[in-house]
Every structure is written in structure tokens, then in C-alpha cells.
């Protein structure tokens, strides 16, 4: 992981960005590519790479990229600015809007003990009521390391301190490993449930529609991970029951805990109120309101603009929400590349060249082997945005070249783009947060988070498969 300060400059890195940029650069488009797309996709690779490394902060790198690609006059300045009118980048900045107000009502700390005292009499019961907390507030907080390392890492941390389990003193399989490795893992399956549940879900979504004119809406991609999800969510607290079991296994006290936690709370606050209404609001309108001409980014708007009114948020919220204008900033670039990729010529070349080298198989072994190998080059990715930036397009592309439905093509990789976060401790943005609690080491998060992928795979593609089968998706 990259441990520079905040705004400082690492030079050799960014040199490294710059050296691999020039060299693509330099080499001669090939046959059948227009010079203008093969420069861009210079710009891209650098820009890539860079988030991976990180030179510079996320946001610093995006800004780069966009004037490079504005000097080189690869694209008119109109043209590298237009990702920041994309309706769905503004569909997450409002999600992270609307997500500080669980933070600030309290609701969603309300909302994970609730279900801690309803199911936490038992170690794996509790486990459980942490998934479920996340699952219910996932539609509407798109920053997964805010929901899990803000809400419920800190519940999981005092429970775990309460009962004993503490870090360094041989302590830490007593019941807090297990809780972090559980909760840790749940976040990555709901963050895969929902278009909104994690803040590069719209960039696949995005994607797509540029590759294969497809939409995916909130309710569609909702829908058809909502068999899976709730498998996955079943099983994988068991599994590391079994395979990483907790030296304590009944916490009676947790529920005590729970109660007396509500109790300083206090009943519902009238901001808590509203957050709710919200919510319920919110979720409607992305499930039944494009039958009445009402977009999620315009619901969405809809739910900030009542948070607003209602005092929930204030302006001076919105403005020191840094997550969501960071968000903004390399969302807006990164898709920007991602359609000039296209429409120059880049993506189709891609396909075309890479179709004819699969062209021998079936489009489901295609479909399927592609995918895994997707699924796991992500132990080479600290970063989810950074790795459905670099692959996500040519992966789709050849996918669908090679005949695969492409919905189904586009819906599987977007949730992969998720799940395959289970593979390592920095994979992830929860992730650097959960494992440095030091209750799990490297090797037993690497080999759980193995065995973790594999069951994924086999539930996402078997009953997965079978459920995308009777939604008419293949």
C-alpha cells in the first residue's frame, strides 16, 4: 500500500507512469487503428497504472489525465469535460450525499444494533446481524469502507473488546478474528447487490452502455444479484464458522449490550425519522420510477433536495463531504476515456482482434473462463475502480464478441468486479481497515479469502446461472 502524506508527490512513481505512457505512445498505432485512439489509450494505460501506484492522489491523477489528453488535442477541451454531465456520476455523488445522513442521524448505528440484539445471543448469530445491518443500509451508502469501517467495524471492535478478544495478547480468536473476517467478507457480497452500494458499480454500468448499448438499471442489477447475494450472504458466515471457528461461541451479553446501546440512543430522533422516509422514498422511486419517466440520478435528486429541506443535511454537509467530489473528479475522467476509447475505434478494434482468437470456443466457455481469470487478476489491483478502469471494456468486449448475451456478460463481471475483493487485504477499500485491526493475519485472510472466491464462483455461476436462466437474461 502507498503511505505517502496527503498532497505529497512521489516522483518516482509518477516518472514510471509517465516512462510507460510515452513508450505506448511512441510505438506505432497498429493496423487498423487510428493514431488518435492508440494515443489516448496511452494516456489510459498511464492512467491507470497510476492508480494502482498512486504518484498522486486519485482525484490529482484524473485532472492530469484530462489536461494531457486537452494539450495533445486528442480531444477538443468540450470533449475531455463531458464525462461531468454523465447522469450516472451524478447518481452516486448524490448516493454519498445522502449516506453522510446515516452517519449524522445516527441511524445506521441504530440500525446494527437493532439487529445485534435481536440475533447476537450466539457468536454466529451475531455475525450474522452485522451482514444483515449492512444489507439494509447498502442501497443508499455507495462508499462500502464508510459503511462497513465507519458503522459497523467499530460496533464489531467494542463487542469484540467487551468479550476479551483483543489485539496482541493471544486474545483474538476468541470472537473478534472471526467477526472481522465475517463482516469483512458480507461487505463485499451486498456490496455487489446493488448499483449503489459501491462507487464503481455505475462505472461498469456505464461501460456498458457505451460497449454494448445495454442498460442496466438499479432494479435490474438488484434483481438479478438478489438469488445469489442472499446464498453467498447464508453461507459464508458458516463457512468461516467451520473453517475459522471462534474460541467463544454464545454471547448472551451482546443483546444486553445492544439494549442498553438503544437506550442511550433514545427513542427515534425526528432527523431519524426523515432519513427513513427517505430511504423508503428512495428505493421506490429506483424500483418503480422509470415507469413514470423518473431516473435513479433524478430520484436520487429528489431524495438529497428532501434531506436538505427537511434540515437531515445542511449545505455545509454536502461541501465537506470529500469522498463524494473525489468521486466526481475521477469518476467523470475515467468514464470520458472509456467513451472516446470506444467511439474512436479503441474497443471494437480490441474486440475484433480478440474475438477471432476465441472464435473456436462456445460463447459459455468463453463467458466463463474469461470471467475467472477477471475474478482473480485482481490480486494484482489494490483498488476496485482501478481494475474495472484498466479491464472491464476489453473483458466485456471479447465476451460479447464471442456471441455470450451481453446483459448477462455485462452483470456478471460487474459483480465480480465486487466479489473478487475477497482474494486480499488491500484489495478493497474495508480492506486496509478490517485487517489492520491485526485480529486476522496475512496468510489465514489470504487462504480463507481463496477458499471464500471459490464458493463465490460456484454460487454465482451455478444457482446464479440457473436464476438468470428464469429471468430470461440467456
Known sequence: MNTQKQGEVNWKSLLICVAIGAIIWFIPAPSGLETDAWHLFSIFVATIVALVIKPVPMGSTAII???????TQILTLE???SGFQNTTIWLIVIAFFISRGFIKTGLGTRVSYVFVRMFGKKTLGLSYSMLLSDLILAPAMPSNTARAGGIIFPIIRSLSETYGSRVGDGTERRIGAFLVKVSFQGDMITSAMFVTAMAANPLAVQITQEITGETITWGGWALAALVPGLISLALIPFVIYKLYPPELKETPEA???????????GPL????????????LLLS???FGGNFGISATTSAFVGLCVLLLSGVLTWSDIKKEQGAWDTLVWFSVLVMMATYLNELGMIPWFSDLMGNSVGQMSWIMTLVILAIVYFYSHYFFASNTAHVSAMYAAFLSVIVASGAP????????????????CLTHYGAGPAPV???SGYVSQKKWWSLGFIISLIHIVVWFGAGGLWWKALGLW
Not at 412 to 418: P, T
Open 65 to 71: 489525465a484530462l489536461t494531457v489528453i486537452a494539450l
Open 79 to 81: 470533449q475531455s469535460l
Open 434 to 436: 478490517f485487517f489492520g
Open 269 to 280: 430522533k425526528k432527523e431519524e425519522r426523515y432519513m427513513i422516509g427517505v430511504f423508503v
Open 406 to 421: 451481453p446483459l448477462l456478460s455485462a452483470l456478471i463481471l460487474a459483480f465480480f468486479s465486487n466479489l473478487f475483493s
Open 285 to 287: 422511486l429506483w424500483i
Open 255 to 265: 443483546s444486553a449490550i445492544a439494549v442498553e446501546k438503544l437506550k442511550e440512543m
